[in-house]
Each structure stands twice: as structure tokens, then as C-alpha cells.
């Protein structure tokens, strides 16, 4: 099951663009990009004249519209059009004039990353990851690099909520680890891109165990995406080897997780709560 931009109709054009990005061939890409980017013109423009000025065939354009999740190309400009407009951010490529205007166009990449994000996610898969984590007799987290950060902060989460959750940080350990797992037990992988070996392989040697499985991940057709029974997806378009925005955005669906958790088992959360602040507590100051 996938959590991709046919799953709920009612998010932004633009945002169900953004998060298809990954999935898409460099064509496709490049006609997304172009109309993302051209908004105000695209809905202005036939078909042909977006392939022409995007270099690709008509065949191309209806492909990517499709491969989005709208019926062709008319239903795409519709739904653009829809869209509120709203000013054009700077890009990451754009001159950098001050030290305030770098730390801005992070800021607002970070903000359009959380809108995406939530407008793909999508209630039923939301609602499937909280019911494997409740019903879980133990949660395995992997992830590396950016992603380990969040793997780490999905651990905690899992401690406050009770849940009994292990999170290495060497990615032997968590392969050796997923080797462990079994029916009832949840292993969780967090890639953004979803083609990261190592995860893959968690994932792998969790569903040969037969343990159920979540991903995190900017795309929803990854190999790490096909492993799993629930794929959460964090939308970001950012240029450079750290996606700082996507880090962001896959840490708010964690939290939302422990959030939505919390609010289902408020009493049972509120006395975990307690014995670790009690528990803590001597260690203040």
C-alpha cells in the first residue's frame, strides 16, 4: 500500500507534483519542474506548447500528468488553477545578496516541505502505521545519516509512549537486528530516498521474518517503499547532498505519529509520563 498522490484528491496540484518528483523519468521531471515553476503561464498553455518549451512529446506531458495522479492534462491546469497564487519564493539557485536572504529561503523551503507533506498524508495509511505500533510487541528503527537523526528521534518518541523500541545506530547492528524480529514485531525504516542499501536491507530481512513493516521516504516508489506495508511520505524539493528540508518534514510525521498515538491512549501515555519524570527527577538541579 502506498501513500501516493491518487490517495487523496483534495491535496494542492502543486504539492501532489512535488511529491511525485522522485518517481518521475528526467522528461517528466523536467515538464513537473516546469510547470511547478511556470504556474500562472501553464494554465494558460496547451499541451504541445508545454512539450515544446520543455523539449519533450506530447505522449510525455499526459505521462507525467498521469503518473501524478489526475486524469490528463486539462484536469492538472484545473487544479493549478484552483490554487490559491501565492509569491514566488527564492530558490536555492538563485544569488545569495545577504545572510538574512539565505536563512529565509531555507525557512520558507522548510515550510513548503511541511504544507507537501501534509497534503499527501493521507488518513487511512495514518491510521494503519498507529494500529502496527499499538499492536507491535517490539519496534525496530533503522535509518543513516540524516535519516539516523530521525530513526534516533522516533526511538525516543516510542520510549515516552511505552512502547518497548530499539534504535542502533551502526547499521550492521540494526541488519543484525531486523534478523531478530518475527511476527508481532514492527521495524521502521526512514530513507528519503529510498534507495540507501542499508535500510533496504532492514527491511528485507524483516519481511523474510515475517515482522511488519513501515517506511518513511521521499519516494513512494522506491525499492524501500515496495518492502513496506505502510509508506509515510515526506515531500521536499531541495538541490544538494543534504536535504535539510526533508529532514525536517520526515521528523513532523514522526511526531505526528507520537502525537496521534498520545491522543489514543491519553491515560496509558499521561502514566508512562509520569514514572520517567519521577524516574528522572533526582537528576535535577
Not at 108 to 122: C, E, H, K, P
Request: glycine letters at 6%.
Amino acid at each position: 500500500m502506498t501513500n501516493d498522490a491518487r490517495a487523496n484528491n483534495s491535496t494542492p496540484a502543486s504539492s501532489r507534483l512535488r511529491s511525485v518528483l522522485p518517481k518521475l523519468s528526467d522528461s517528466e521531471r523536467r515538464v513537473a519542474l516546469w510547470m511547478l515553476d511556470n504556474s500562472d503561464s501553464a494554465i494558460r498553455q496547451s499541451m504541445s506548447a508545454i512539450a515544446q518549451a520543455t523539449d519533450v512529446s506530447d505522449t510525455t506531458v499526459l505521462r507525467m500528468c498521469r503518473t501524478a495522479g489526475f486524469e490528463g492534462f486539462t484536469d492538472l491546469k484545473l487544479a493549478l488553477a484552483q490554487e490559491p497564487r501565492t509569491v514566488q519564493t527564492a530558490t536555492s539557485t538563485e544569488p545569495q545578496t545577504s545572510d538574512l536572504q539565505a536563512a529565509t529561503r531555507l525557512f520558507r523551503a522548510i515550510g513548503q516541505a511541511l504544507t507537501d507533506t501534509l497534503g499527501v498524508l493521507n488518513e487511512r495509511i495514518l491510521a494503519e502505521a498507529i494500529d502496527l505500533m499499538a499492536g507491535a510487541s517490539h519496534i525496530l528503527v533503522g535509518g543513516v545519516g540524516g535519516s539516523g537523526i530521525v530513526a534516533q528521534a522516533f526511538y525516543q518518541r516510542c520510549i515516552r509512549l511505552g512502547l518497548r523500541c530499539d534504535a542502533p545506530v551502526d547499521s550492521q547492528l540494526q541488519i543484525m537486528h531486523a534478523a531478530l524480529t518475527g511476527p508481532g514485531d514492527l521495524v521502521v525504516a526512514i530513507s528519503y530516498s529510498g534507495i540507501t542499501s542499508d535500510p533496504v536491507l532492514v527491511l528485507q530481512e524483516a519481511k523474510s521474518r515475517g515482522a511488519s513493516t513501515i517506511c518513511i521516504t521521499g519516494n513512494s516508489s522506491s525499492p524501500l517503499a515496495r518492502l513496506a506495508d505502510v509508506v509515510l511520505v515526506s515531500v521536499s524539493h531541495e538541490q544538494g547532498s543534504e536535504p535539510m528540508a526533508a529532514q525536517i518534514a520526515q521528523m513532523t510525521l514522526v511526531d505526528a505519529l507520537y502525537s496521534v498515538f498520545a491522543a489514543r491512549n491519553a491515560e496509558r501515555v499521561q502514566l508512562t509520563e509520569e514514572r520517567m519524570v519521577k524516574a528522572i527527577l533526582p537528576k535535577s538541579i
